[in-house]
């Protein structure tokens, strides 16, 4: 161990002098690295947030003079993952010289359209607004961080004073400011009413360090931030216990998933009041030191103080008022008694948001909660989409973070109320917000499709991953799934996708599954019934196990599967998707085929049943019809395809084009075509539909429904 990595304890040394050395000369490649090591350290900087810049002389390719330029984290991106297009790159002298038209604080969002016309490098990022800072700042390399440590002192009551006698004034202080214009001058000021410094505080938000070197800047912040952290460190549990100390004690992991698996698809529905929401869950060890202590009624409602945290968790969270153990059986009386609470913290919103509004403000949105908090239980984040809940959830962990800092040192202090609202319905922002994708059709919606580590419903699984939906890929064969999960998280990223093992004929199994999915993503929006086997046999031939096993697998399973996924919609309580992948062979069947083709018969009368009796749930149930379907198909494993070539009296070889040449259409099958069918049932234009049959064949013309 190197002794520079022996001198941290709350932060991470990764710089790798071998590596940085290939980098010398080039100043910028420098600056990546070293914002790739500090955001790769949570500790240091939140996904998403804090910025890099580095200053360099460059040929100004209008005069081919020296000129200085600023590189600077663009509008968006990861500090972990940046690379050279993240980077927006300006004339430092422009910028600065945009002082001349600044027409004051009240005006300084129009100053953001004038950084376009500062850009050096007319391939690189949009300037964020967080470009000021970094300009008026004379250093060449600065890093603008939101590590917990620091914001805990930035939020703290005495925060200035913390600020001055830990570092003995070598850090300076700016009182809280909105990111902009104006912020950046007051670093400037900062910076020539206080010569030598290393480095400021920004009150309420984050740290400002800086170097000659790329080196320099990230071992001033490292040495800045451990030094804050140690300080609070020093301090946890001095004046008093941690939060107040211990109110209740958590419930045991097991049963913290259970309750958390049973309630999640509650939350879900009355989140998803507005638009469909995904959950996240987490019992993190410091949510539930929060969440279980007497503080915690204190607390939540203050919200939280770095901007950051707060655009991505909202106002404050909901605490919920049940019982760690709280019988959730009974999902009505459940649902009563959230009911208030629900209603509750969106008129709060709305009064907040009629409260601080300006007269061009934007409309209101969604006045659910993001975070919400079950004392001894864990915390529970609903957003778009899980990346987006996932990551509230982290940043909700670092405000915890910020307020135990500063509770130990000091006392914690929030937003206020109008300038949290400046944030959250900056015109700025919501230019950003405008700016954004139009959500995909499945955005929003989980899908769990059985069977699907390979074939047919696999590819249903990729569709529904195309379009936006988190996808289960559930299935009995373990390693086939695997090699289909690793295959969607490279493709997808890993919040689109979970698998969980699945025996549809077990309903410890299904139970099983379904928890592990509801933790993952919330809850169920549409279950594929997909999983399946086939067995071509004269009746002669046909044993009674073969029977069985067909009409357990394929009737008993979709039964069993849909039963348990109901139960779950009904608590979430806004509707879904039940599509059952049935048969050709339900209509018309060919010889040898008596167990299977009577098995997809009782699939198909089943789901008419289902759809008449869910109709008042609003879950649609609609069965696709497939035939033929041999490539990347696992029905065709297991004697089937030498059982149908047999009583054609072909061969297996055969068996494509004896099939294809059956069709009206003349063509082969494929799996995609089977996940397009799907696809259109969910996809939002057959929302009123329901009890349909689709066949996806080339043209049977003996299996057409009369």
Same mark, same amino acid.
């Given at each position: ?69 600023? &590189? ?28 001349? $038209? ?26 964020? +607004? ?135 698809? !509650? ?71 959230? #009911? ?29 909660? /993001? ?25 909700? +962990? ?27 319905? &900056? ?6 917000? #405008? ?13 769990? +499709? ?15 991953? #195309? ?29 689109? !996708? ?29 279950? $594929? ?48 998707? +039940?599509?059952?992948? /049935? ?30 009796? %869910? ?20 029905? &065709? ?48 234009? %057959? ?8 066949? /996806?064949?080339?043209? /049977?013309? #003996?299996?057409? %429904?009369?």
């Amino acid at each position: 161990m190197g002794t520079e990595t022996k001198k941290f304890k709350h932060v991470s040394y990764l710089w790798d002098e071998a590596k940085a050395a290939e980098l010398a000369g080039d100043e910028v490649a420098l600056l990546i690295y070293r914002s790739n090591l500090l955001g790769a350290d949570l500790r240091l900087t939140n996904y998403g947030g804090g910025n890099t810049s580095c200053k360099v002389t460059a040929k100004d390719p209008l005069t081919g003079e020296d000129t200085e330029v600023m &590189w600077v984290k663009g509008s968006g991106g990861d500090l972990g993952t940046l690379k050279k297009s993240g980077l927006a790159a300006l004339y430092v002298d422009k910028l600065r010289s945009l002082t001349k $038209v600044y027409r004051g604080v009240e005006y300084e969002d129009e100053m953001v359209e004038l950084f376009n016309h500062c850009i050096y490098d007319l391939k690189s990022k949009a300037p964020s +607004i967080d470009t000021p800072l970094h300009a008026f700042l004379p250093f060449k390399h600065i890093d603008h961080l939101h590590p917990d440590a620091a914001i805990a002192i930035a939020a703290a009551k005495d925060g200035e004073a913390i600020t001055k006698e830990l570092f003995g004034g070598t850090i300076g202080w700016v009182p809280w400011q909105r990111p902009g214009f104006e912020l950046g001058l007051m670093l400037k000021r900062c910076v020539e009413e206080n010569p030598g410094i290393r480095g400021i505080m920004l009150g309420s938000h984050g740290l400002f360090t800086w170097g000659d070197t790329a080196y320099e800047s990230y071992m001033n912040t490292l040495e800045v931030i451990e030094k804050c952290a140690a300080y609070i460190e020093q301090n946890i549990g001095k004046k008093r216990p941690v939060f107040g100390g211990v109110k209740m004690e958590p419930l045991s992991k097991e049963k913290r998933l259970k309750q958390a698996a049973a309630l999640a698809p !509650v939350l879900r529905g009355f989140c998803s009041s507005h638009v469909k929401m995904i959950g996240h869950f987490t019992d993190d060890e410091r949510v539930l030191e929060y969440i279980n202590s007497n503080d915690l009624e204190r607390l939540a409602p203050l919200g939280t103080s770095c901007p950051d945290h707060f655009l991505r968790t909202k106002i404050s969270p909901l605490v919920l008022n049940l019982a760690p153990d709280e019988n959730l059986d009974d999902v009505a009386v459940v649902k009563e008694k959230l #009911q208030p609470l629900f209603e509750d913290y969106r008129q709060m919103y709305k009064e907040y948001y009629e409260t601080c509004k300006h007269p061009d403000s934007p409309a209101m949105r969604d006045p659910n909660p /993001v975070i919400i908090l079950y004392p001894g239980v864990g915390m529970f984040a609903f957003a778009k989409d899980k990346q987006t809940a996932r990551v509230a959830a982290e940043f909700y +962990i670092n405000a915890i973070n910020v307020m135990r800092g500063a509770e130990a040192i000091s006392e914690y202090t929030s937003l206020p109320r109008q300038e949290a609202f400046n944030i959250e319905y &900056w015109l700025l922002e919501e230019a950003k917000l #405008q700016r954004m994708p139009k959500p995909k059709p499945l955005s929003g919606r989980v899908a769990l +499709i059985t069977g699907s580590g390979g074939g047919i419903g696999k590819s249903i699984a990729k569709k529904f991953a #195309q379009e936006g939906a988190c996808v289960i890929i559930s299935d009995i064969h373990q390693e086939r799934m695997k090699v289909t999960v690793e295959e969607f998280t490279k493709q997808f990223g890993k919040d689109a !996708v979970t698998s969980v093992t699945l025996n549809v004929t077990d309903a410890t199994s299904i139970d099983a599954a379904l928890e592990d999915a509801i933790l993952a993503f919330g809850g169920v929006d549409i279950v $594929v019934n997909n999983a399946g086997i086939s067995i071509s046999k004269s009746i002669a031939e046909h044993s009674i196990e073969e029977w069985d096993r067909l009409y357990d697998i394929l009737v008993k399973g979709q039964f069993m599967v849909s039963k348990a996924t109901v139960a779950v919609m009904r608590k979430q309580n806004i509707g879904g998707d +039940i599509i059952n992948i /049935v048969s050709k062979n339900s209509v018309v069947a060919g010889p040898n085929n008596a167990g299977y083709g009577s098995a997809k018969a009782a699939q198909a009368h089943l789901s008419r049943l289902l759809a008449a009796e %869910l109709g008042d749930d609003k879950i649609r149930v609609n069965s696709v019809n497939p035939d033929a379907v041999i490539v990347d198909s696992n029905i &065709w494993a297991g004697g089937w395809a030498e059982g149908r070539a047999k009583a054609y009296g072909i061969t297996v070889e055969e068996l494509p084009a004896f099939y294809a040449k059956r069709t009206l259409m003349k063509e082969v099958i494929l799996p995609e075509d089977i996940a397009n069918a799907c696809f259109v049932f969910v996809s939002g234009l %057959l929302n009123k539909s329901t009890g349909n049959v689709l066949n /996806v064949d080339g043209g /049977v013309a #003996q299996a057409f %429904l009369r």
